[in-house]
């Protein structure tokens, strides 16, 4: 008689500890796959709020600044091919700048450089170049316009369009933000690799598609 009562006291109890496996395993599930888009947001955040501290835990920069280097390089080489074989003098401006490829990663392996690649300003290979200090929105868009009016009109200027982001998972432990700005403009992405569950740091970028 003990035996017949206990059972059914026994079975809710073990369906109720079931489910609240369940449950908490679909929640872990659903905030793995939500923690790349809430680590993109908290950058934006910290990019807009200057907040360095932040920037610096979800960066790796030496595995970015690896990833900067080769990506500039290519980038560097492959515009030197093309300009030697029509305009040989041209090419020059590029094999100039092949000399200040590590002065340039170093300056977007910062802060300042993560903020201006989640804003759509990658490097472009220029000698000198730099990233623009990170700000809000009203002194990058004032820096723009300024720059934009003191460059001279040609197929070279800094595109005046915002640039859009397309977000989203490559395979399980890589995210990539992608950026375009115009239709036929050249994407480049910010790639993102999973730390742990829940965690996220960017550690590479593609130039070249």
């Known amino acids: 008689m003990t035996a017949e009562y206990r059972s059914p006291a026994r079975k809710p109890l073990t369906t109720t500890i079931v489910t609240g496996v ?4 679909v929640v872990l599930a659903a ?8 680590v993109l947001s908290r950058l934006r955040d910290a990019v807009q709020a200057r907040d360095s501290a932040t920037i610096n835990r979800y960066v790796d920069y030496p595995a970015l600044r690896v990833s900067l280097k080769a990506e500039v390089t290519q980038m560097l080489s492959r515009r030197v091919d093309a300009e030697k074989l029509q305009h040989p003098l041209t090419a020059l401006g590029a094999l100039v700048g092949m000399a200040f490829v590590n002065p340039l990663v170093d300056a977007y392996a910062t802060p300042d ?4 690649l989640l804003k759509g300003l ?3 290979g220029e000698p000198g170049e730099a990233p623009p200090p990170a700000g809000d929105a009203q002194t990058d868009a004032a820096q723009q316009g300024q720059a934009e009016r003191q460059a001279p009109a040609s197929p070279a200027s800094a595109p005046t369009s915002a640039a859009k982001a397309n977000a989203g998972y490559r395979d399980s432990s890589t995210f990539a933000v992608t950026y375009t700005r115009d239709p ?3 994407p480049y992405s910010v790639i993102f690799h999973r730390r742990g569950w829940f965690t996220w740091q ?4 593609e130039l070249n598609p």
């Open 31 to 38: 905030f793995s796959y939500a923690s790349p888009y809430l």
């Open 22 to 25: 369940v449950f908490v395993v």
């Open 184 to 186: 036929g403009g050249v």
């Open 122 to 124: 990658p490097p472009r």
């Open 113 to 116: 450089g993560v903020a201006a």
């Open 202 to 205: 960017i550690d590479a970028v």
